[in-house]
């Protein structure tokens, strides 16, 4: 698994915020911060590499995508997780 530095989005309370992690994937277990963590692949919602879970009513999203996600795929997720 390599690790690179991604955007990691968190939404909790119907607001995101963005931070740059270093982070890697493989299958659908995310290596985020020493920890391995089995996330849900979010590419079918937003046609990218991404990958999400949630914990105590705070949903994490990792990007992994070349492009990066826009407001409007963000958009998408919210409308899922509410």
Avoid at 1 to 9: D, F, G, N
Avoid at 33 to 62: Q, T
Wanted: a positive charge; hydrophobic letters at 35%.
């Amino acid at each position: 698994m390599v690790l690179r530095i991604i955007p990691v989005w968190t939404y909790s309370k119907h607001k995101w915020v963005r931070t740059d992690e270093r982070a890697g994937v493989t299958d659908n277990t995310v290596k985020w911060k020493d920890k391995d963590i089995l996330c849900i692949p979010s590419k079918n919602e937003l046609g990218v590499e991404s990958y999400w879970y949630e914990k105590d009513g705070i949903y994490r999203l990792f990007d992994f995508s070349a492009s990066h996600l826009c407001r409007r795929q963000l958009k998408v997720m919210e409308i899922k997780w509410n």
